[in-house]
C-alpha cells in the first residue's frame, strides 16, 4: 500500500477512536450537572440519599453537598483520581471509610460528625485543607506523622473542651472557633513550626499557662476575644497580657478587652490586611444564580468581637484566592467563596458529541500533492460510512 494510503487510514482510524472515546467517556449522572469533559461533578441540592450511578471513574472534583447522604460506605474508594470533595451539610455520623488517597481537599461542614478516628486519616498523604465545621466532635485523634500534606484545618463550631493533640506538624491555619475550649494542655502546641493562623474566639477560656504560644515561632495571628477572661485575677492574666502585647503575631481581640488589637499590630503594617472571622463559609457552589434559583443556606449564630470581619481566612492565607479553574499541572482548584462566582455557573453546561456533519476533509491531502488511487478512495469512502454507522447506533 503506498505511504499516502497508509496515513489516510491511519488518520480515520485516529478520528474514529477519538470520536467513539469521547462518546463513551463523556458521561453525566442524570441528577448532576458537569463540566471540564465531566471530571468536574456538581450534585450539590438534589435531595440524593445515596451516591448518584453513572460517575466516570477518573472524576476530580465531586460536589454533594446539602443532600440527605447517611454515609457513602466504600463507594467512593476506586475514584483514584479525585482531588476535591464535598460532603457538606448532609446526615453523616462519621466521615466516610477509604476514600480516594488521591484526595486534596476534603469538606464534611455541617454534618453529625462526633468523632474522628486515627484510622479516618490515617493516609491520606495528599490531603491540604479538612474542613469539619459545624459538628458536634467532642475528640479527634491524629497519628504522629499523617497527614503531611495539611495546611487547613477547621475545627470551629464543635464541641471540644481542650485542644486536641497531636495535630499534623505542617498546619498553618487551624480554627478552634466557636467551641467550649476552657484548657490547652502543656504540649498541644509544641510542634507546630509552620503554624500562622489560630482561631481561638468565641470560647470559653478565663486564662491560659504561661508561655503556652512560645513554640509557635510562626505564628501570624491569632484570635482571642469573645472569651470570659477573669480579668480580676491578676496572677493568672498578667502574664496573658504581657505576653499579647509583646508578641511579634498580630492578636485580634486582645484579652479583657484592653484594646481591639494589639501584638505587633500598633506597628506599620505592609502586604496583606489582617481579618479573622470563621474559617469556612457556606459551600463554595451552593448559589444558584446562574439559574435564578436563591438557595437559603442554613443559619449560624455568629457572635463576632467587634472589628472582626465575616471574611474567610482562605482568602488571606494565598491558598484560594482568584477564580475557580485549573492551576499549571491542570487540576481543578477551590477558590474562596467571596473571591468566585457560584460554581453551578462553571457546571451547568453539558458537552455534547461532535457534530457528525463535521466531516473530515481530504482536499488538504490533495493540495499537497497526495493522490489517491481508486481503491483507496473506495476504501476511504467505506470506513467514512462505517464510521458514521457505527455513531449513530451508540
Known amino acids: 500500500m503506498p505511504v499516502c494510503s497508509a496515513s489516510v487510514l491511519y488518520l480515520l482510524l485516529l ?3 477519538g470520536l467513539l472515546g469521547g462518546w463513551v467517556l463523556s458521561i453525566c449522572p442524570a441528577a448532576c450537572s458537569c463540566s471540564g469533559g465531566h471530571r ?10 445515596k451516591l448518584p450511578p453513572g460517575l466516570q471513574h477518573n472524576i476530580r472534583f465531586l460536589n454533594l453537598s446539602f443532600n440527605s447522604l447517611h454515609g457513602v460506605d466504600n463507594q ?21 471509610p477509604a476514600l480516594p488517597r488521591s484526595l486534596w481537599d476534603i469538606r464534611a461542614a455541617g454534618n453529625h460528625l462526633r468523632s474522628l478516628d486515627k484510622n479516618d486519616t490515617a493516609y491520606h498523604w495528599n490531603l491540604k ?17 499523617t497527614l503531611l500534606s495539611l495546611q487547613s484545618l477547621n475545627l470551629s463550631h464543635n464541641r471540644f473542651w481542650t485542644v486536641p493533640t497531636n495535630m499534623p506538624h505542617n498546619l498553618e491555619i487551624i480554627d ?3 467551641n467550649y475550649l476552657l484548657q490547652i494542655l502543656p504540649g498541644s502546641l509544641d510542634r507546630l513550626p509552620r503554624l500562622a493562623q489560630f482561631y481561638l474566639h468565641a470560647n470559653r477560656f478565663t486564662w491560659l499557662s504561661e508561655g503556652i504560644f ?10 482571642l476575644g469573645d472569651n470570659p477572661w477573669a480579668c480580676e485575677e491578676e496572677e493568672h492574666i498578667t502574664k496573658l497580657l504581657r505576653w499579647s502585647e509583646k508578641t511579634r503575631a498580630t492578636v485580634l481581640g486582645c484579652p479583657c478587652y484592653t484594646r481591639p488589637i494589639c501584638g505587633q499590630s500598633h506597628l506599620p503594617v505592609t502586604g496583606r490586611e489582617r481579618h479573622s472571622a470563621r474559617f469556612t463559609e457556606p459551600p463554595l457552589w451552593v448559589n444558584n444564580r446562574s439559574e435564578g434559583q436563591d438557595v437559603q443556606l442554613p443559619q449560624r449564630t455568629v457572635e463576632n468581637t ?14 484560594y484566592q482568584g477564580k475557580a479553574g485549573m492551576n499549571e499541572s491542570g487540576d481543578h482548584i477551590w477558590t474562596s467563596s467571596t473571591s468566585m462566582d457560584s460554581f453551578s455557573s462553571h457546571t451547568s453546561t453539558t458537552e455534547h458529541p461532535r457534530s457528525l456533519t463535521n466531516k ?24 467514512v460510512i462505517v464510521m458514521t454507522t457505527a455513531l449513530t447506533t451508540i
Open 214 to 223: 512560645d513554640d509557635l515561632i510562626g505564628l501570624e495571628i491569632i484570635t
Open 40 to 49: 468536574v461533578v456538581d450534585c450539590s441540592s438534589r435531595g440524593l440519599t
Open 15 to 17: 478520528l474514529l477512536c
Open 306 to 319: 467587634p472589628n472582626y470581619q465575616a471574611k474567610s481566612p482562605l482568602v488571606d492565607s494565598g491558598m
Open 360 to 383: 473530515p476533509k481530504l482536499t488538504r491531502l490533495y493540495n499537497e500533492g497526495c493522490k489517491l488511487d481508486i481503491k483507496t478512495q473506495q476504501t476511504v469512502i467505506l470506513s
Open 76 to 96: 467512593l474508594s476506586h475514584y483514584a483520581h479525585l482531588r476535591t470533595l464535598d460532603l457538606s451539610y448532609n446526615r453523616l455520623e462519621s466521615l466516610p
Open 129 to 145: 485543607v479538612l474542613d469539619l465545621s459545624d459538628n458536634e466532635l467532642e475528640r479527634v485523634v491524629f497519628i504522629n506523622n
Open 176 to 178: 478552634l472557633s466557636h
